[in-house]
């Protein structure tokens, strides 16, 4: 729940510094030390963090979609150059890991269920 009002405080953040100017990266250093407590949480709930750790990778990539709307004209920047930001620094993995916590996540409820993989695809589980 922490981590839910955490994400959220992020997003206001998010929305705040479209209309505030800041001379230092408070978007991603915030993203950056939600995503840590996030990441520990995904060794034992890796669906959930997943989905928590895209959400909080959407948060500064929608704040760059706007600057690059809003900069947009014949010399404006591209996505290519908004990405190379310290925000794209931390956009690109977080959502990576966003990705393989949520495979993670989906192959672990399916052998679980006993129908994930083939019998000889995974040898380690124990015979019941």
Do not use: C, K, Y
């Amino acid at each position: 729940m922490v981590l839910g009002i955490g994400i959220a405080l992020v997003l206001v953040w998010g929305v705040v510094s479209n209309f505030v100017e800041a001379d230092f990266p408070v978007l991603p250093m915030m993203t950056l030390i939600l995503a840590l407590p996030i990441a520990v949480m995904g060794l034992s709930r890796p669906s959930i963090a997943g989905m928590m750790l895209l959400a909080l990778a959407a948060i500064p990539f929608l704040s760059l979609v706007v600057r690059l709307v809003r900069m947009r004209g014949p010399e404006g920047p591209g996505m290519r150059t908004l990405l190379s930001t310290s925000s794209g620094a931390v956009i690109v993995p977080l959502a990576l890991f966003s990705v393989l916590f949520l495979v993670a996540g989906e192959l672990g409820r399916r052998i679980q269920e006993g129908h994930g993989l083939g019998e000889q695809a995974r040898p380690w589980l124990p015979d019941d």
